[in-house]
């Protein structure tokens, strides 16, 4: 029936998530639709399945990547709360909150949890390290069968050398917000969510 | 160069971004956003360009598909943007007032008990007597008299049968009409399409050959005139249907074919990918436009939800079925052009007279899973990216 959507998020729920994430009331009820268009199932969570459904997610390079970093460790299944708090990494980040007050928690938009959030599309086996291997699959990933191993191979190398500092051959996540120190990681890594 | 031009459609709404329901997309193609990230860096490496921040293009992209994409609203009702009395159509529900409830309630008084009914009886005896009088027509020797009555009968039942749905219809442009001999094509939003069309002309129906209810209809229809049936394994051989197609097209007394090339339901905010089979077979092409105005009642079939019964209810408990048709003036393939470019200038054509969006994604990704080929597409664009002009093809 056609009730369904807003009437299963308690206003509680709302205001929880507006804390967490920093989205406004009518935001929230939005994505919460969208929510529920994809879940298929009416069971309120989300599968990997259900992401792959959308065709502009299925041709992106990377789509298995991202749709990854919806899912915590080992799990299968991601609610409206891990939903949301996925995206709010892609919520701009307003002038207002540029002067906040460094003693609060990080918000889930600040420039490190951008760069987090790239980081570990990267760090494939989570351990907060960015291995050679782990660069070669992610690249072959985005030029799929168009580059030889070993041109892919010197790509990557190349990359390692260029950010790695304490010589690990692998790239930290410090190494990593160094090397992208100039890019406007505030505009490319934000979608203007309509209100 | 066809798939290119349709990935970029879809990438590359308009140059500054394009606003829709969630979100505000920033359409920049894939070399411009990439381009503009590394422009942070200091330096070019020779032979190779690859950089860590590559990665937030794909990211950015995933993730604004994740929030709202182009195809899979298509295939569940149109929201409005002021609610129209019917619960089904309420999706962010909240009280309002007490008024507007006792309105509501009159409202679904006024609709299942008094228009419903109504609707119903007026439905059985359009079909009935689709049946008896294309049966008692079918009896008679073929002649001029035959097609006449044909006509007579067909163009009668369809209208009580619009009756029965409540249907307003707007012709515009009827100095197009098809005419025998020829294929109109139109865009599809639910198995209503055909009563919609069917009430200002006659056409020869095609389709697959149905059990039930459906069955009896279809085999009393072609009594009376040639419709095109087809069995389920015939479906599949694309030469046997073309060629059946061909022959009734080449006779020039047949009733024009009605064909809706999307192959599938879509909810009339945009017109999706048409199959090009359609304009293979030859002969001209009159397109055809139906645009449904969702105030009055939503259209749109979503057969993953609701089967043909629950529908037809639903559209008898709507307060009306509004509707344009319009005529497009007959299109005919041009020399050295094929079948594809063909079916995307017929369906441009169609989309831009009913205001709707314009599509290249395929109407069959509601059930399938989109071919790997488009992805394919996206790694090589950006293996050209990295290694430079020389590898590019």
């Given at each position: 029936?056609?009730?369904?959507?807003?009437?299963?998020?308690?206003?509680?729920?709302?205001?929880?998530?507006?804390?967490?994430t920093g989205f406004?009331?009518?935001q929230?009820?939005?994505?919460?639709?969208?929510?529920?268009?994809?879940?298929?199932?009416?069971?309120?969570?989300?599968?990997?399945?259900?992401?792959?459904?959308?065709?502009?997610?299925?041709?992106?390079?990377l789509?298995?990547?991202i749709?990854?970093?919806?899912?915590?460790?080992?799990?299968?299944?991601?609610?409206?709360?891990?939903?949301?708090?996925t995206l709010a990494h892609f919520r701009p980040i307003e002038d207002n909150e540029k002067n906040k007050?460094?003693?609060?928690?990080e918000p889930l938009n600040s420039r490190t949890n951008k760069l987090l959030f790239a980081f570990?599309l990267?760090?494939?086996?989570?351990?907060?390290?960015?291995?050679?291997?782990?660069?070669?699959?992610?690249?072959?990933?985005?030029?799929?069968?168009?580059?030889?191993?070993?041109?892919?191979?010197?790509?990557?190398?190349?990359?390692?050398?260029?950010?790695?500092?304490?010589?690990?051959?692998?790239?930290?996540?410090?190494?990593f917000i160094k090397v992208l120190e100039k890019v406007d990681v505030e505009q490319k890594m934000s979608i203007r969510f309509l209100h | 160069?066809?798939?290119?031009?349709?990935?970029?459609?879809?990438t590359f709404r308009s140059k500054g971004g394009n606003c829709?329901?969630c979100v505000c997309v920033y359409d920049g193609s894939m070399e411009q956003e990439i381009g503009e990230l590394r422009r942070c860096r200091p330096?070019?490496?020779?032979?190779?360009?690859?950089t860590l921040s590559d990665i937030f293009y794909f990211s950015r992209k995933g993730i604004e598909s994740i929030v709202e994409?182009?195809?899979?609203?298509?295939?569940?009702?149109?929201?409005?943007?002021?609610?129209?009395?019917?619960?089904?159509?309420?999706?962010?529900?909240?009280?309002?007032?007490?008024?507007?409830?006792?309105?509501?309630?009159?409202?679904?008084?006024?609709?299942?008990?008094?228009?419903?009914?109504?609707?119903?009886?007026?439905?059985?005896?359009?079909?009935?007597?689709?049946?008896?009088?294309?049966?008692?027509?079918?009896?008679?020797?073929?002649?001029?008299?035959?097609?006449?009555?044909?006509?007579?009968?067909?163009?009668?039942?369809?209208?009580?049968?619009?009756?029965?749905?409540?249907?307003?219809?707007?012709?515009?442009?009827?100095?197009?009409?098809?005419?025998?001999?020829?294929?109109?094509?139109?865009?599809?939003?639910?198995?209503?399409?055909?009563?919609?069309?069917?009430?200002?002309?006659?056409?020869?129906?095609?389709?697959?050959?149905?059990?039930?209810?459906?069955?009896?209809?279809?085999?009393?229809?072609?009594?009376?005139?040639?419709?095109?049936?087809?069995?389920?394994?015939?479906?599949?051989?694309?030469?046997?249907?073309?060629?059946?197609?061909?022959?009734?097209?080449?006779?020039?007394?047949?009733?024009?074919?009605?064909?809706?090339?999307?192959?599938?339901?879509?909810?009339?905010?945009?017109?999706?990918?048409?199959?090009?089979?359609?304009?293979?077979?030859?002969?001209?092409?009159?397109?055809?436009?139906?645009?449904?105005?969702?105030?009055?009642?939503?259209?749109?079939?979503?057969?993953?939800?609701?089967?043909?019964?629950?529908?037809?209810?639903?559209?008898?408990?709507?307060?009306?079925?509004?509707?344009?048709?319009?005529?497009?003036?007959?299109?005919?393939?041009?020399?050295?052009?094929?079948?594809?470019?063909?079916?995307?200038?017929?369906?441009?054509?169609?989309?831009?007279?009913?205001?709707?969006?314009?599509?290249?994604?395929?109407?069959?990704?509601?059930?399938?899973?989109?071919?790997?080929?488009?992805?394919?597409?996206?790694?090589?664009?950006?293996?050209?990216?990295?290694?430079?002009?020389?590898?590019?093809?």
């Open positions: 029936m056609g009730s369904r959507a807003s009437t299963l998020l308690r206003e509680e729920e709302i205001e929880e998530i507006k804390k967490e406004s009331h009518s929230i009820t939005r994505l919460y639709s969208r929510f529920t268009s994809l879940d298929k199932g009416e069971n309120g969570t989300l599968s990997r399945e259900d992401f792959q459904r959308i065709p502009e997610l299925a041709i992106n390079p789509g298995d990547r749709i990854n970093a919806f899912f915590p460790e080992g799990e299968d299944q991601v609610n409206f709360r891990g939903f949301m708090r007050d460094p003693s609060g928690t570990r990267y760090d494939l086996d989570r351990d907060d390290k960015i291995s050679r291997d782990e660069l070669l699959q992610v690249l072959r990933m985005m030029v799929g069968v168009n580059i030889s191993d070993e041109q892919l191979g010197s790509i990557a190398d190349r990359t390692i050398q260029e950010a790695d500092q304490n010589g690990d051959n692998s790239i930290s996540f410090n190494e | 160069l066809q798939l290119e031009v349709g990935i970029e459609r879809v829709s329901h330096k070019s490496l020779a032979g190779g360009e690859f994409d182009e195809v899979t609203q298509r295939f569940s009702s149109e929201e409005l943007a002021s609610w129209n009395l019917l619960t089904r159509t309420n999706n962010n529900f909240h009280y309002i007032s007490l008024r507007l409830t006792v309105i509501w309630g009159l409202g679904v008084a006024i609709r299942y008990c008094i228009l419903l009914p109504l609707r119903i009886t007026l439905a059985a005896i359009g079909l009935s007597w689709l049946v008896i009088g294309t049966t008692l027509v079918g009896l008679l020797p073929s002649s001029r008299m035959k097609n006449w009555l044909s006509e007579l009968v067909h163009l009668m039942c369809y209208r009580i049968c619009a009756r029965a749905l409540s249907a307003t219809i707007h012709y515009h442009n009827k100095e197009n009409k098809p005419r025998k001999g020829g294929i109109c094509v139109a865009n599809h939003t639910s198995p209503i399409d055909v009563v919609i069309l069917a009430n200002d002309g006659c056409y020869a129906m095609v389709g697959q050959v149905h059990g039930g209810l459906m069955g009896v209809l279809q085999r009393s229809m072609v009594k009376s005139c040639p419709h095109v049936w087809f069995e389920r394994s015939e479906m599949k051989d694309r030469h046997l249907v073309t060629t059946r197609l061909r022959n009734h097209v080449a006779d020039k007394e047949k009733l024009p074919i009605l064909i809706f090339p999307e192959g599938t339901c879509i909810n009339n905010t945009s017109v999706m990918m048409f199959k090009k089979g359609s304009f293979e077979i030859g002969g001209r092409i009159y397109p055809v436009t139906i645009k449904y105005d969702p105030q009055f009642g939503d259209a749109f079939w979503n057969s993953g939800k609701y089967n043909m019964v629950s529908y037809l209810l639903r559209m008898m408990t709507s307060w009306a079925i509004v509707c344009n048709v319009w005529y497009l003036p007959a299109v005919e393939r041009q020399e050295g052009e094929d079948a594809v470019h063909f079916a995307n200038r017929v369906k441009s054509a169609i989309a831009r007279q009913g205001g709707l969006e314009d599509l290249s994604w395929d109407g069959g990704l509601k059930r399938a899973k989109v071919k790997d080929t488009y992805k394919e597409q996206q790694q090589k664009k950006y293996s050209s990216m990295i290694v430079g002009e020389d590898s590019s093809d």
